[in-house]
């Protein structure tokens, strides 16, 4: 089960990922369930988005809300 923090991270992550402060402690919990992954960019940066299993688990909390 997904905190609110960590669910409002996971759709910060989908909707703007250029928006997520890195150092975010929900990311560490959302990388350890395999929700997000760090994306190396061409340009060299980093860049967080959300996984298949992220994207699963969105639709099916909005699905129910």
């Not at 996971?10 to 990922?17: N, Q, R």
């Not at 929900?26 to 940066?45: I, T």
């Not at 992220?54 to 909005?62: E, F, M, P, Q």
Request: avoid cysteine; charge should be negative.
């Amino acid at each position: 089960m997904l905190s609110p923090h960590e669910f409002a991270t996971l759709l910060l992550v989908k909707d703007a990922p250029n928006q997520v402060d890195m150092e975010r402690e929900e990311l560490d919990a959302l990388l350890e369930r395999q929700l997000v992954q760090l994306e190396r960019l061409a340009s060299g940066n980093e860049q967080w988005r959300v996984t298949e299993s992220g994207d699963t688990a969105l639709r099916a909390i909005k699905r129910f809300s």
